[in-house]
């Protein structure tokens, strides 16, 4: 079965302090894997897409790296208005409608 | 950049009653629209599939004749709510797809069913 998971459930840093964002994947065909921004009661914002391992993309503080079997969004030097709750999707090979699969999301909070 | 507009984003009605949410691609055409549904601290779980002209695609659990999917252009999709109950409390989502990628979504819609 075609799995998501994204670590930690949640996590607090403290202004300035980096860290990274997992995801890992379990699925037959992977045509790409995206992480979106969401805020609370608002939709899903788009950050990146990346298509094949060893491919990084960088936007400001956050940068997004995948590889066969995870995607990290590394997040460096963190402001709180970064707080939100991460969320990253696969888009599988074959099927009639191509769907995204979500993880739960993580959700950061960034202390001042 | 391409939008996709939500509405109404929040909506409050009585038990019994029907409730229609409108997505709409403001500067694209989205042959296939995604219907979603995102419980509190939950992922987005996806309800239906659109395609514009056909049939909607529901996903396993999802009835179908309790939430009415119409595709009628390649810019409107709606999710009608039918005979609301309080336990279809929720967040709507919907997201427009480009072809094979590219997939925005809308800004929500809080459902409050009393």
């Known amino acids: 079965e075609d799995q998501v998971t994204q670590s930690p459930e949640a996590l607090r840093l403290q202004e300035g302090e980096s860290s990274s964002l997992n995801c890992s994947y379990t699925?037959?065909?992977?045509?790409?894997l995206f992480w979106y921004r969401q805020d609370p009661g608002k939709g899903p914002e788009f950050l990146f897409t990346?298509?094949?391992a060893g491919e990084e993309k960088e936007k400001e503080r956050l940068k997004a790296t995948l590889t066969k079997k995870e995607s990290f969004l590394h997040i460096t030097a963190p402001k709180p208005e970064d707080s939100a709750t991460y969320l990253c999707a696969v888009l599988l090979v074959g099927g009639a409608n191509s769907k995204l699969t979500f993880g739960k999301g993580i959700t950061l909070s960034v202390r001042p | 950049g391409a939008v996709v507009s939500q509405h109404p984003s929040r909506v409050i009605c009585k038990s019994g009653t029907s409730v229609k949410i409108e997505c709409r691609s403001l500067?694209?055409?989205?042959?296939?629209m995604f219907w979603y549904r995102q419980f509190p601290k939950q992922s987005l779980m996806l309800m239906a599939t659109?395609?514009?002209?056909?049939?909607?695609?529901?996903e396993q659990g999802v009835e179908k004749d309790k939430f009415l999917i119409n595709h009628a252009s390649l810019t409107l999709s709606t999710l009608t709510v039918t005979s609301a109950h309080p336990e279809d409390s929720s967040f709507y989502i919907c997201?427009?797809?480009?072809?094979?990628?590219?997939?925005?979504f809308g800004s929500g819609t809080r459902l409050t069913v009393v």
């Open positions: 699925v037959s065909g992977l045509r790409g």
């Open positions: 500067d694209f055409q989205a042959t296939t």
């Open positions: 990346l298509y094949s």
């Open positions: 997201s427009a797809g480009r072809g094979s990628y590219g997939y925005t």
């Open positions: 659109s395609n514009e002209g056909s049939k909607a695609t529901y």
